[in-house]
């Protein structure tokens, strides 16, 4: 449904996103995470055709990112969306609904639809007197007024409290459900970990790491081992009326084991330890730390 291909910009000397390719398929759910100044804003802009990239190209839907066209089958919601204070919610999403020529009826009932699943509360108050989340809400809302295929939302819980937040992340899963496909961005890498089929690390412009979350941690991350058992050795330390020890593979779980029967012992339980999303992230930030912002 979006295909991205070695996409690249440059700002002067400047390499903003150094190369990126990545496919998102139809009803998927897709995350690009990175930290600030990653890359994100600007390849999300390039995919939806708001930025013109240096090289490489995206589709959406079976259209270039640069054809008109690929407007209505996209839905974009903007890092920031200053929306006009003024009105109230349901006037301003009446007005880009027929910015889009939506029929009336099929338009109001498709708003109130939309408002109604948000749970969007004073939609006749005017939106500069609106919370934050609110506005987000109206703003998401805005997205799905000509009913696109694809979604492309720039931090779409940036800045909300947790309970919002959860909250459009689960309107994110229903969307993806409903068959959208959704490509998202976050810096925040629980919210991605959370919700996403598919992510893409990014880093100083450049897809780092991409794949499934378990994936990722194959590739990329170090599963760990807690090791509890009866009978205390010398390398273990209490854990309640047990004993554990951390190791880094069966073969060590198997010479703790031979320990604790050594000691009279056994091993009473194994738990995997395996790293978050965001430690992995730490680990493929700190290996590059020193390195060139791409291939300058
Ligand atoms: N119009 C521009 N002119 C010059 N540099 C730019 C421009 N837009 C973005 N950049 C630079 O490109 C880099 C990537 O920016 P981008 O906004 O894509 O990052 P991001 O990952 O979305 O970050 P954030 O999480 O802060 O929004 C940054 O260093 C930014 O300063």
């Known amino acids: 449904m979006i295909e991205v291909e070695s996409l690249r910009k440059t700002y002067g000397d400047f390499p903003a996103v150094v190369g990126s390719t990545f496919d998102v398929d139809r009803g998927e759910i897709f995350g690009i995470v990175g930290p600030n100044g990653a890359g994100k804003t600007t390849t999300l802009k390039m995919i939806a055709g708001l930025v013109d990239p240096s090289a490489g190209s995206a589709t959406v839907a079976g259209f270039d990112a640069s054809d008109p066209e690929m407007r209505r089958s996209l839905g974009?919601?903007?890092?920031?969306?200053?929306?006009?204070?003024?009105?109230?919610?349901?006037?301003?999403?009446?007005?880009?609904?027929?910015?889009?020529?939506?029929?009336?009826?099929?338009?109001?009932?498709?708003?109130?639809?939309?408002?109604?699943?948000?749970?969007?509360?004073?939609?006749?108050?005017?939106?500069?007197?609106?919370s934050k989340g609110m506005k987000r809400k109206v703003a998401i809302a805005r997205s799905l007024v000509n009913d696109p295929d694809v979604l492309i939302y720039d931090e779409p819980a940036s800045g909300l409290d947790p309970l919002t937040t959860n909250y459009v992340l689960e309107f994110v899963r229903e969307l993806s459900d409903a068959g959208k496909t959704v490509l998202f961005s976050a810096h925040n890498l629980y919210h991605v970990e959370s919700v996403c089929d598919r992510v893409a690390i990014m880093d100083r412009g450049e897809i780092v790491a991409r794949g499934t979350v378990p994936e990722i941690r194959e590739e990329y991350g170090t599963t760990e081992y807690r090791v509890f058992t009866s009978v205390p050795l010398p390398e273990t330390d209490p854990a309640g009326d047990r004993h554990a020890v951390t190791v880094a593979d069966m073969a060590a779980v198997d010479r703790v084991r031979e320990a604790a029967a050594e000691n009279g012992g056994?091993?009473?339980?194994?738990?995997?330890?395996?790293?978050?999303?965001?430690?992995?992230?730490?680990?493929?930030?700190?290996?590059?730390?020193?390195?060139?912002?791409?291939?300058?």
Do not use: K, N
């Open 266 to 296: 056994e091993v009473v339980d194994i738990r995997t330890d395996e790293p978050s999303l965001e430690e992995i992230f730490l680990d493929l930030a700190a290996d590059r730390a020193d390195g060139p912002r791409g291939e300058q």
């Open 76 to 130: 974009f919601l903007p890092e920031e969306s200053p929306l006009y204070e003024d009105m109230t919610a349901r006037s301003y999403l009446d007005f880009f609904a027929d910015l889009y020529d939506v029929p009336g009826g099929t338009a109001t009932e498709r708003i109130e639809g939309t408002l109604d699943r948000l749970e969007l509360d004073h939609r006749d108050r005017r939106l500069g007197d609106v």
